[in-house]
């Protein structure tokens, strides 16, 4: 028996060994807010990508299914918390702002590259100086570390310390950074002519990693590494031994051994192979939602989960009037807050949650860039809409002297109907189905409201350029306000609901043509990006939110939720104490 117990403790004592000797020497312990408890090792996560990769370039290629993949290969300086958005670290393990808020020195983790060569500063240098601001990248992201025209200068201080030198403070820079992947400059290097005199095109960088490449080639510090691609098939990602992230129980993520992207183009087909449990978690739409949940409470072995959106790449449609209308009349309604406070009454968001979205939406009252979740939601602008009530948009009409005529549309004093057009873009029953829903309603207040109902990229440019009456759109949406300064700032180009507050030809703003609220607006977008505390940032910002909530602007409409079906051996796959849901292809794992 004592010869036994001596060998099982020198086996265990092995194991252990082992178990720490793969622990990462600089370890980022992961939130504990993704996680339920400690994960089990082992195991396959099967996803799906809806197009081929073109590349596993992530700069170098324009491949949404690449990003994808791209992002479990690489990591960024900083990360943001999947959960509350809030910026942690990644790669640098700290970091310092200056005073004046023009200087940010990072402390470099210590981690390896998933060839065994160590991460420094010159990766990071070679990332933001040579494929970052390089133009001729196709995934360049040079105008978000350039601010007012001059670039964001790094510098080495030393192997494990970098300094980014900023033109003014910014303060999205945190946010610019999050995905943000830094590259090994001991692999990629040579495509550029810098460091090759053999290389005489300054886009030859494109031809680098493309998906011919041998898979040991791909060097990350994500937490899976390439380890096969099958064209038209699937994408098989292995477990990186050399990630630097540990769950709050001391052990190293991630818990699967494999991550396997199946390349699948028909919605209709994922959603069979889901059902068969081929597929761990899939994003549905609201129409196979229904049917999904019925198998769930039928006794089907997955979950779905209906929860309110993060904010983030999903479409949250919008109503605005143009402030520079070309009818006078219309010009001088669309300018009166009391005239958009009743379009606002006239909304019925009940009925269009209902009817269009099949009640998967939500209203929070707030802008679409600001939901719940994010660290930049103002609760107070939520509690300012304006519930849908006819009665009180009827009686704000009358009072400004909008008579009913003889047909049922009001008129303006001259005895014109009050009559304009709503831009919005074709193939998609969720845009007009809200349209009509409005313009039904619109009908009932007296108010003519016609349906100019346009291919996606000619109404984009119609409102660009100022030619509509009135639009129902969706911007794409960004965690940081700052990164939508040109659409929701007076004095910007993207700001069609007044775009004479800015000169076309100098692109400069011009004050005179704002509003004593839109002055308001765009001192608060300036100096929300220049402040780099986020305390001092959430003072402008809320008091923007307000003001919008207040001024009407832009009427949002709806939020659609976030709908994704997991299948139940899936663990710390949840829904997180502030609605959203919990879960990251590190952090989950096989039961």
């Known amino acids: 028996m004592g010869k036994k117990f001596l060998v099982i403790m020198a086996i265990l004592s092995v194991l252990s060994f082992i178990v720490f000797a793969a622990l990462p020497p600089d370890p980022f312990t992961e939130a504990s807010n993704l996680f339920q408890g400690p994960g089990k090792y082992g195991g396959t996560l099967y996803l799906v990508l809806g197009s081929e990769p073109q590349s ?4 170098g290629t324009l491949s949404s299914a690449a990003y994808t993949v791209d992002g479990q290969l690489f990591s960024p300086l900083v990360q943001a918390n999947p959960i509350t958005n809030e910026v942690e670290p ?13 200087e940010v020195i990072f402390h470099l983790r210590h981690v390896l590259w998933s060839d065994g060569v160590p991460f420094t500063a010159d990766d990071v240098l070679f990332t933001f100086n040579d494929v970052v601001m390089n133009k001729h990248a196709l995934g360049n992201e040079w105008d978000r570390f350039t601010v007012d025209g001059t670039p964001i200068k790094w510098i080495k201080i030393n192997d494990y310390t970098v300094a980014a030198l900023l033109p003014k403070p910014y303060g999205a820079f945190f946010t610019v950074l999050e995905p943000a992947y830094i590259l090994p400059k001991h692999i ?13 095109d300054p886009s030859y960088y494109n031809q680098a990693w493309t998906v011919n490449t041998p898979p040991d080639q791909i060097v990350g510090t994500g937490p899976y590494v390439l380890y096969k691609y099958i064209p038209g098939q ?6 990186n ?17 494999e991550l396997d992207f199946l390349i699948v183009k028909d919605p209709q087909t994922q959603l069979a192979m889901f059902q068969s449990g081929q597929i761990s978690w899939l994003g549905i739409s609201a129409s196979q939602f229904p049917y999904l949940k019925q198998k769930q409470l039928a006794g089907s072995p997955f979950s779905v989960y209906n929860t309110l959106s993060s904010g983030q790449a999903t479409p949250h449609p919008f109503i605005t009037f143009n402030f520079d ?6 010009r001088s309604l669309f300018r009166n807050l009391q005239f958009r406070e009743a379009m606002e009454y006239a909304l019925d968001r009940n009925e269009i949650i209902n009817e269009v979205y099949n009640g998967l939406a939500n209203f929070t009252g707030d802008i679409p860039a600001v939901l719940p979740g994010n660290v930049f939601y103002d609760p107070e602008a939520s509690s300012l809409a304006r519930n849908f009530n006819l009665q009180a948009a009827n009686g704000i009409l009358d009072s400004l002297g909008l008579k009913m005529g003889p047909n049922g549309i009001r008129q303006f004093p001259d005895g014109q109907p009050v009559e304009f057009n709503l831009l919005t873009w074709s193939n998609s029953p969720t845009m007009s189905g809200i349209a009509v829903i409005y313009q039904k309603d619109l009908q009932k207040i007296g108010i003519k409201l016609n349906l100019q109902i346009l291919d996606l990229s000619v109404a984009y440019q119609m409102a660009m350029a100022g030619n509509f009456d009135a639009a129902l759109l969706s911007w794409g949406d960004q965690p940081d306000p700052a990164l939508r300064t040109p659409i929701w700032s007076p004095g910007y180009p993207l700001y ?4 004479s507050t800015m000169d076309s030809k100098t692109q400069q703003p011009l004050f005179d043509h704002m509003m004593w609220w839109e002055k308001i607006v765009y001192n608060d977008f300036a100096q929300g990006q220049a402040q780099m505390t986020l305390a001092e940032r959430l003072k402008y910002y809320y008091q923007w939110e307000e003001i919008y909530a207040t001024e009407i602007p832009f ?3 709806a939020v659609p939720n976030t709908l994704i079906a997991v299948q139940n051996n899936i663990g710390n796959f949840f829904v997180a104490p502030n609605g959203q849901l919990a879960f990251t292809t590190y952090t989950t794992f096989l039961k």
Do not use: M
């Open 56 to 59: 596993w370039n992530y700069y």
């Open 90 to 102: 990644a790669l640098a393990s700290s970091w310092e702002v200056s005073p004046g808020g023009t």
């Open 496 to 499: 069609i609901v007044h775009l």
């Open 241 to 257: 031994p050399n990630f630097w992230e540990v769950d709050p129980y001391g052990n190293q993520l991630p818990y699967f051994n």
């Open 188 to 200: 990629l290097a040579n495509y550029l002519p810098k460091y090759n005199p053999k290389v005489t």
């Open 555 to 557: 009427i949002f409409v």
């Open 325 to 330: 209308a070309k009818n006078p009349d219309l």
């Open 234 to 239: 699937e994408v098989i990602l292995k477990r």
